[in-house]
Each structure stands twice: as C-alpha cells, then as structure tokens.
C-alpha cells in the first residue's frame, strides 16, 4: 500500500474509533480521547514526517485533517473531562414536625387518654389553652396535663374549672412546678421557666399517658 494511502487510511481508522465509542461507549470522553491522542495521533505525525519531502495536495489534507483532529481531541479532554472540585453535601436541616392528631376519640372505662386537638397552636407565654379529646378525668376526677421542653424538664399544667373529660382549661404559665403538689401541699422545689420554642403537651390521668401535641410559645 502506497504510504499516502496508509497515512489516510491510520487518521480514517483514528477518527473512526474516536466517534464510534464517543456515541455508543460508557467510558468518559476525556479518557477516550486520551488513548486515540497516544495510539493514532503519534503514528499519523510520524508519517507526515517521513512524507515531509513529497510534494502535492494529500500532505497538506493530512495536516489540516491531524489540526482538526487536535482540536476536537482538545475539546473532549478540556471540556468534559470531570471537574477536580470537591463538591461538599449541603448541610441538612431539621424542623419540628407536629404530630398529626387524631380527628375523633371514644369516652371509655379507664380508656387511654386522647387529644384530638387544641384551641391554638401558638401563643405567648400566659396563653391561656383548650386540650380536646377523651379520658382526660384522672385521681378524684381530675383533669390535668403535662408539658415538656426540649430538654425533657416536665411541668405540671393543673386544668381549670370548667374542665371535662374531653375538655381540659390550662393556662400557659412561668414558671411552672414540675410536680403536682396539691395534696400534699408541700411547696414547690423544681420548675420549668417557659421561653420562645416548641413543646410537647400530653395528659397522663391513672399513669396512662396520651398522645403528643406540639405547642409553641412566641
């Protein structure tokens, strides 16, 4: 085969493998790029070189065909390969996320207590709150509920008159005894100070606690 032929037919060859993997492969462009520009580009300058003396049009093709060559090679190396930047996870963010309530309860002999919902959701501290449900009738008939902080510090929400047992009257107060003390009349030694944040609120008549509702304090 004549030596122009062969140097066409090693660049036809090249450019062939270069695009068929390029389209149909799974390996990355850059590394392809890379061992077409190490297997076929070498062996292609170095017969331009030994046809240097020849005079005609097909070297000066050959050259124009190898500048092209280099360009798109460039372009795939440059472009896609992947980028050396370390690319950090975003930090992850956590939100209170109120338990979903449910819509009705049933009164029932030594039930376990149920909170279907509240009066509000919000308020500032001194608010004064509405606990729906059923079973909230404790020890001698009371009607009494619990609040905790973040913390997992308990206070002692003594409902009001006016409470059933599906309707329990609180007032959100500060600070607030953690212990129910009003038998034994002994003063109050432990309290929970209310500040800005969400709490849990739950009702615990015959040791069976309720459910939880969440309540946030502005």
């Not at 590394?31 to 097909?58: C, F, P, Y």
């Not at 020890?139 to 905790?148: L, Q, R």
């Amino acid at each position: 085969m004549h030596k122009r032929e062969k140097q066409l037919l090693v660049f036809r060859e090249g450019i062939e493998r270069l695009f068929h993997i390029l389209i149909n492969g799974k390996v990355p462009g850059y590394v392809i790029a890379e061992s077409v520009l190490r297997h076929n580009l070498l062996d292609i300058i170095n017969l331009s070189n030994k046809n240097m003396k020849q005079k005609g049009s097909v070297n000066s093709i050959v050259v124009i065909l190898i500048i092209v060559l280099i360009i798109i090679i460039g372009y795939v190396m440059f472009y896609q390969k992947p980028s050396s930047t370390v690319m950090v996870n975003p930090p992850i963010t956590s939100s209170v996320t109120p338990e979903t309530l449910p819509s009705t309860c049933k009164d029932e002999t030594e039930g376990i207590p149920v909170i279907t919902s509240f009066s509000k959701t919000e308020g500032i501290v001194g608010t004064q709150l509405e606990i729906r449900g059923c079973n909230f009738a404790g020890f001698e008939g009371d009607k009494n509920a619990s609040i905790e902080n973040t913390e997992g510090v308990v206070g002692f929400l003594k409902g009001e008159a006016g409470s059933t047992n599906n309707l329990i009257k609180v007032t959100l107060k500060s600070p607030l005894c953690t212990k129910d003390n009003s038998y034994s009349g002994l003063p109050c030694t432990e309290w929970l100070t209310l500040k800005p944040g969400t709490y849990k609120i739950f009702t615990n008549p015959w040791g069976k606690k309720s459910n939880i509702a969440t309540f946030t304090i502005k």
